[in-house]
């Protein structure tokens, strides 16, 4: 693998390091963002409920601090047959004939003819109804028991019909008021006498927060991406540049090789000529000292054969 190959390896893995990072903090981010969305989407669902329990509870207190309300007997509001107590059906000094309607009559009226818009439902229940038509289900006879153990609210998300609901309950407790009519039954007061419970629907709920989660995944798609992007253009800068300082590089050791190269061209010339002086000085002075010899006399003579 030559310098070039290495190069892209190594840069390439170091930017795959990151880019895992940055998909994992942002996967990490959204998760927590459609988790606290949920969390949200059931937090709206809990205030509506326990708006709705309180609004009937309200009524209900309402509806005994009076004792009751007298109203006209109807097909749909007939006197109560559940009701024992005296002066139950009254006649005016008109002749005009009144029912008298217990709390828990005209709450359970109330929650049956007039729910809100929004589907919402409401229910009075008990262990041990005066009314059979106010016998629990299962599951507030799970949420009634709780009630016995102490517990003081009792929610689950659960399907009414195919659709889901947030179902709550909050237990109603015996005061003065409620012995009018229920202590026979031999309740006193402070005791748990049933539960009034909300069921908010969570289809129109669910559907907003689906809208929105896909909004939100758009936007951290969006933002992986530009982040996926401006690491991609990094990448390819940071390539050019360490391209770029690694030709610089090779370049200046280039030079430093043919300097290298010239200078020991340069000193072997230096020692060459310096051989060759020396060489001439010794020619001259072997030269020099053949022409003293020459001079000296009957050296000819002696120097002939």
């Not at 709705?52 to 309200?58: A, C, L, P, T």
């Not at 009559?105 to 409401?122: A, I, N």
């Not at 798609?221 to 991609?232: R, S, T």
């Amino acid at each position: 693998m030559d310098n070039s190959e290495h190069l892209h390896v190594s840069w390439g893995q170091r930017y795959a390091l990151v880019a895992l990072i940055w998909t994992g903090l942002i996967g990490g981010s959204l998760l927590w963002s459609l988790s606290e969305e949920r969390k949200i989407v059931l937090e709206m669902a809990t205030v509506t409920a326990h708006a709705n329990i309180q609004k009937d509870i309200g009524f209900r207190k309402w509806v005994n601090s009076h004792g009751g309300v007298y109203v006209s007997p109807t097909a749909h509001t007939p006197p109560n047959p559940y009701l024992n107590v005296p002066e139950r059906d009254v006649v005016t000094t008109t002749g005009k004939a009144l029912t008298l309607m217990n709390p828990a009559y005209v709450l359970r009226e109330m929650q049956t003819d007039f729910p809100d818009d929004y589907g919402t439902k409401s229910r009075i229940t008990s262990l041990n109804p005066l009314n059979p038509g106010n016998a629990p289900d299962a599951w507030e006879v799970k949420a009634l028991k709780s009630f016995e153990q102490g517990n003081k609210e009792f929610s689950e998300i659960q399907e009414i019909d195919g659709q889901p609901y947030l179902r709550m309950m909050e237990p109603f407790v015996v005061d003065q008021g409620c012995l009018k009519c229920h202590a026979h039954q031999g309740y006193k007061i402070g005791d748990i006498r049933g539960g009034i419970g909300s069921s908010v629907p969570l289809k129109l709920i669910f559907s907003h927060r689906d809208e929105h989660s896909w909004t939100m995944l758009s936007s951290y798609g969006a933002i992986w991406l530009i982040g996926l992007a401006a690491l991609g253009i990094s990448y390819r800068r940071d390539l050019r540049m360490a391209a770029a300082r690694r030709h610089a590089r090779e370049k200046l050791l280039q030079q430093l090789d043919e300097l290298l190269r010239f200078q020991k061209l340069t000193v072997g010339r230096e020692l060459r000529m310096k051989e060759l002086a020396d060489e001439n000085a010794e020619l001259h002075n072997r030269i020099a000292a053949g022409n003293i010899l020459g001079n000296i006399p009957g050296n000819t003579d002696r120097a002939r054969p």
